[in-house]
T-cell receptor, first 114, second 113 residues
Framework: DAGVTQSPTHLIKTRGQQVTLRCSPI?????VSWYQQVLGQGPQFIFQ???????GRGNFPDRFSARQFPNYSSELNVNALLLGDSALYLC?????????????FGSGTRLTVV | QKEVEQDPGPLSVPEGAIVSLNCTYS??????FMWYRQYSRKGPELLMY????GNKEDGRFTAQVDKSSKYISLFIRDSQPSDSATYLC?????????????FGKGTTLSVSS
């Protein structure tokens, strides 16, 4: 079975631009969560979605938004990019919002803002 | 004070050594405790999952949780070069909708043969 798939794997953007990151969860998983991992730090929670609804939001500015589609895939959008947004963006899927044991991470999208 | 504190290392040990990795936390509401392993350029991979206090063993890995001291540990016995990675502790207050994992900074471990 395919794991959590994220695209693109790498990208470089200029300050002020907008970016969209994509995530396909494991088949049968209905919950998707997004995390930001800055170099040398642990992942930090951004959003959790379940059945297309936002179920949790971390301490990130409104420049960050996300959505989940009927097939449970998800997109993370970041507007007005700042240098500090450079990080590894991780997507995790699970069968339900409460299934922490079954939380599976993708390999991430490495975003560099120049 | 950060909610979860973890010594970033780096930690270097010879093959076969016993490794001890630790995290402290400040939020007494945490009930679920996890250890993840992250290889370079990969996402975190769940190693151990513990609910509340106590010990849990899985092969060469043992996780301990001491809620009275707000302290968790991961022990790796007979360490192997393949164990070289970053180890992240993670915690959660529960498994309700919208519950996030709170991670430590991660400890980088290098096991030499």
């Amino acid at each position: 079975d395919a794991g959590v798939t994220q695209s693109p794997t790498h990208l470089i953007k200029t300050r002020g631009q907008q970016v969209t990151l994509r995530c396909s969860p494991i088949s049968g998983h209905k919950s998707v969560s997004w995390y930001q991992q800055v170099l040398g730090q642990g992942p930090q929670f951004i959003f959790q979605y379940y059945e297309k609804e936002e179920r949790g939001r971390g301490n990130f500015p409104d420049r960050f938004s996300a959505r989940q589609f009927p097939n449970y895939s998800s997109e993370l959008n970041v507007n007005a990019l700042l240098l500090g947004d450079s990080a590894l963006y991780l997507c995790a899927s699970s069968s339900s919002t409460g299934n922490l044991y079954g939380y599976t991470f993708g390999s991430g999208t490495r975003l560099t803002v120049v | 004070q950060k909610e979860v504190e973890q010594d970033p290392g780096p930690l270097s040990v010879p093959e076969g050594a016993i490794v001890s990795l630790n995290c402290t936390y400040s939020n007494s509401a945490f009930q679920y405790f996890m250890w993840y392993r992250q290889y370079s350029r990969k996402g975190p991979e769940l190693l151990m999952y513990t609910y509340s206090s106590g010990n849990k063993e899985d092969g060469r890995f043992t996780a301990q949780v001491d809620k009275s001291s707000k302290y968790i540990s991961l022990f790796i016995r007979d360490s192997q070069p393949s164990d070289s990675a970053t180890y992240l502790c993670a915690m959660s207050v529960g498994n309700q909708a919208g519950t996030a994992l709170i991670f430590g900074k991660g400890t980088t471990l290098s096991v030499s043969s």
